[in-house]
């Protein structure tokens, strides 16, 4: 593999489990961050602990269940990992409490020179961190959608992978990143049903259209499939 001498972006990720990224080193991702276009930094929250436990979390001020983490770590970590200059920069915190995560989203942060996620745990980061670091950096908190998941990691890992796709050189036929499911080609829509050889199989057969060679034909059907699925599993709200 070929070296690219500056990456198009650096990620840096900061959690109280770095081995939860381990899946970053695979596949695409893995790929663009071995060949340099996309660098990577993964850090342990608890080194910027000074006491013997090296606490991250401790009890809610108001009372309520589960552990809040503390602003002192989360400053210092976010101190030592960004830049004087965040120019270029967003500070992403994934968090149930966020903004919906969206293909358009994960457009905009395919722009940025650096991301930082922030993965929080327990009942999630004392709101100081972000009110502080605010002021400082473009910061996003960002949710994967309805539902509760341990931690940011998993969410780290899912956003990373949508941004890297979209940076150019990682995917080698750029097609197949505009004919997608919530892309701006289908207007949003699912991606209709895609079938390939063998013809027949376990009696199911290929729908007749896509072996009729007729694309304006073929064209009309995935668009009418699209918004037939689109309509049974993700209708618009409102
Ligand atoms: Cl971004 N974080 C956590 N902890 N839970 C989530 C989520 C994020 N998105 C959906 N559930």
Known sequence: MTSSPTPLMRLDVISIFPDYLSPLSLSLVGKAIASGL??????????????????????????GAGMVMKPEPWGEALDAVLDDDTEGTTLVVPTPSGVPYTQSLAAELATRKRLVFACGRYEGIDARVMTHFRDRVDTQEISLGDYVLNGGEVAALAIIESVV????????????????????????????????????????TVPDVLVSGHHARISAWRREQAEQLTSDRHPPAV
Not at 193 to 204: D, H, N
């Open 165 to 204: 796709r979209l940076l150019p050189g990682v995917i080698g036929n750029p097609e197949s990143l505009v004919e997608e499911s919530h892309s701006p080609d289908l207007d949003g829509l699912l991606e209709y049903p895609v079938f390939t050889k063998p013809l027949e199989w376990r009696g199911l």
């Open 38 to 63: 996309v660098g990577l930094g993964v850090h342990d929250l608890r080194d910027w602990t000074h006491d013997r436990h090296r606490t991250v979390d401790d009890t809610p001020y108001g009372g």
